[in-house]
C-alpha cells in the first residue's frame, strides 16, 4: 500500500493512483511487535513509512494499529522476526488514507532536514581538555626521563 512514487507531494497536488501492477489488494493487515523477541533495535521505527511504530532504543516497540498501512516494509529489517502480520480490525476509509499520506510526507519533511550540530566545546571544557593533555604530556616527559 506504499504510495507510488517516494517524492514529497505538495499539499494541494493529488496523490498518484495506487500501482495496480503489485495486484489486487488483499484483507487489510496490520502489523503486530511479539513483546518477548522485541530487542529494541529500532529498525523497523526507521523502516515504518507512516510512523505507525512507537518506542525507543533498547526498549519495547509497538505499532500503532489505527495508523499502520499494513505495507510490511517494517518486516524485513528485524533481526529477531518479532513483526508479524494479523488482519487488520477494520477496513481503511478515504480518511485513513488521507491521514496516512500526511503521516508520510511529514516525515519525508522531518528526514530532508539537516541534522542539528552538537553544541561547539564550551570554554570550561576547553580548558578541562587542555589540562588532561597537558597532565599527559608530563606524565609522557617523566616516563622518557626514566628510561
Not at 512507537?54 to 524485513?76: D, N, Q, T, W, Y
Amino acid at each position: 500500500m506504499a504510495a507510488v512514487d517516494d517524492a514529497p507531494r505538495a499539499p494541494d497536488v493529488p496523490a498518484p493512483p495506487r500501482a495496480r501492477a503489485r495486484g489486487a489488494a488483499g484483507v487489510p493487515q496490520v502489523a503486530f511487535v511479539d513483546a518477548t523477541r522485541c530487542i529494541g533495535c529500532t529498525l523497523c521505527i526507521a523502516a515504518c513509512p507512516v510512523d505507525a511504530i512507537i518506542g525507543a532504543p533498547k526498549r519495547l516497540h509497538g505499532v500503532l494499529a489505527e495508523f499502520c498501512s499494513g505495507c510490511e516494509l517494517c518486516v524485513p529489517p528485524c533481526p529477531v522476526d518479532c513483526i508479524v502480520m494479523r488482519p487488520a480490525a477494520r477496513d481503511w476509509s478515504a480518511d485513513d488514507v488521507t491521514a496516512a499520506r500526511a503521516r508520510y510526507d511529514a516525515r519525508l519533511l522531518r528526514r530532508a532536514r539537516p541534522t542539528p550540530r552538537t553544541k561547539a566545546i564550551g570554554e570550561p571544557a576547553q580548558r578541562r581538555a587542555q589540562a588532561i593533555a597537558a597532565a599527559l604530556d608530563r606524565a609522557r616527559a617523566r616516563r622518557a626521563a626514566i628510561r
